[in-house]
């Protein structure tokens, strides 16, 4: 069909022992598919099955054959866009998992956002195609993503006792797209957490630090939140890139009824507000409590991500001590375990989401095999333990 590649993958399969996780590219430009199907092919756990160039035929390659995990999904196409196509491709797999790659723009981010919330499982801030041909952190993030998600979705196809060929867990693919130190596997979960006793401390600020799936999940837990709720700041870090973190502090204003905005330097922290670390900014807290003030510093990334949760969560051990709250919900790698161990050292309290909820069990993964939690709670009882644990109660 015209504008349709489907490949042959009888040697890529042989080269992942029969199972790598299988993609389809959807993008207008011939010159960006080829780019990215080029990325995604250099790695031997990925296979292209298909690249189109519009969003209707994803949509009738995908009901031919649900033979792929991951679809790289672009905003702007002729014929029929990409959000447009999302719906429907959901309809036909609702297993299947969307990222949805657009450039940096503010229109491009507003979709971005509506796409989440429909069903996407990710985004992917995508470089011009001259500026994609020597991109190699987005060949990172492409390929960290796409393995990830393909994971996601085999395992919840997948029965409990499947004896299929395994997809690599979120820490192995960590490990061999971005050769980094491993995180907790997938197999934490089978051993039983430990939990921490409660500090009983009100705390004086509260924060939450998030990454795949996590625009849905602060969405959910701030709807579940009263004004009035909390007399402390809320500081959010969500691994977003600029634009985009302006337009998610839109959205969770919008969804919540609380004040929210992106944080500025200098500026004074206020109780019942919220505040989003911009993106390519670490958002960290100076001074005393009472007369906290934020600063936002162009450090050098950690776990690959500026913002990063972890410098925040230092920045609050330091600053508020024993009187500081933590919640790490869904994302995939481990941001966030090495500040939530200092803040835990300087007496504060950390909940994480539980691995049912969480779209990717790695950054809250991370906190509660470690043993740092007083709380793992799921979705829907995050915003409840939040509020229990702000008015100085002990959860359990």
């Given amino acids: 069909m015209l504008n349709v590649r489907d490949n042959a993958t009888a040697g890529r399969v ?11 590219v959807a993008d207008d430009s011939a010159v960006v598919r080829g780019l990215i199907t080029r990325m995604l092919e250099s790695d031997p756990e990925v296979c292209v099955v298909a690249s189109v160039s519009n969003g209707s035929l994803a949509v009738e390659r995908l009901s031919r054959s649900r033979d792929m995990d991951v679809i790289v999904l672009d905003i702007e196409m002729p014929v029929m866009d990409g959000i447009t196509a999302l719906g429907k491709l959901i309809a036909i797999d609702p297993t299947i998992q969307v990222i949805m790659a657009s450039t940096l723009t503010q229109h491009n981010a507003q979709i971005s956002i509506r796409a989440l919330d429909a069903g996407a499982a990710d985004y992917l801030p995508k470089p011009s195609s001259r500026e ?12 960290l993503k796409v393995k990830t998600l393909g994971g996601v979705r085999r395992r919840r196809l997948a029965p409990a006792t499947s004896s299929t060929t395994p997809v690599a867990s979120v820490s192995e693919v960590s490990r061999r797209v971005t050769r980094t130190p491993a995180v907790p596997t997938a197999a934490v979960a089978q051993t039983k957490l430990s939990l921490r006793p409660t500090v009983r ?14 625009p849905q999940a602060l969405a959910a837990v701030l709807k579940s939140i009263k004004p009035g709720d909390f007399a402390q700041p809320l500081l959010i870090t969500q691994h977003m890139p600029p634009t985009f973190t302006t337009i998610l502090a839109e959205h969770l204003q919008r969804v919540s009824g609380l004040p929210c905005a992106e944080a500025k330097s200098g500026e004074t922290l206020e109780g019942g507000r919220l505040y989003v670390a911009p993106g390519d900014f670490h958002m960290i807290v100076e001074g005393a409590p009472g007369n906290a003030r934020l600063k936002l510093t162009r450090e050098p990334p950690e776990n690959f991500c500026r913002p990063s949760v972890d410098p925040m969560l230092r920045s609050l051990a330091r600053c508020y001590g024993s009187r500081a709250l933590a919640v790490i919900l869904t994302g995939m790698g481990a941001d966030g375990l090495a500040g939530s161990r ?11 989401q539980d691995q049912a909820s969480s779209v990717v069990w790695g950054m809250p993964g991370a906190v509660a095999s470690a043993g740092l939690c007083c709380a793992v709670e799921p979705l829907d009882r995050i915003a409840a333990t939040m509020v229990a644990l702000a008015k100085g109660a002990v959860v359990r």
């Avoid at 401390?201 to 996590?214: F, K, L, M, Q, Y």
């Fill in 14 to 24: 042989h080269e992942t022992g029969g199972n790598p996780v299988r993609v389809m």
């Fill in 201 to 214: 401390n009100r705390p004086d600020v509260i924060a939450i630090g998030c990454s795949t799936g996590g």
């Fill in 132 to 143: 994609l041909v020597g991109a190699a952190d987005f060949r990172r993030e492409l390929l």
């Fill in 342 to 352: 200092q803040l835990v050292e300087s007496g504060g309290n950390v909940v994480a």
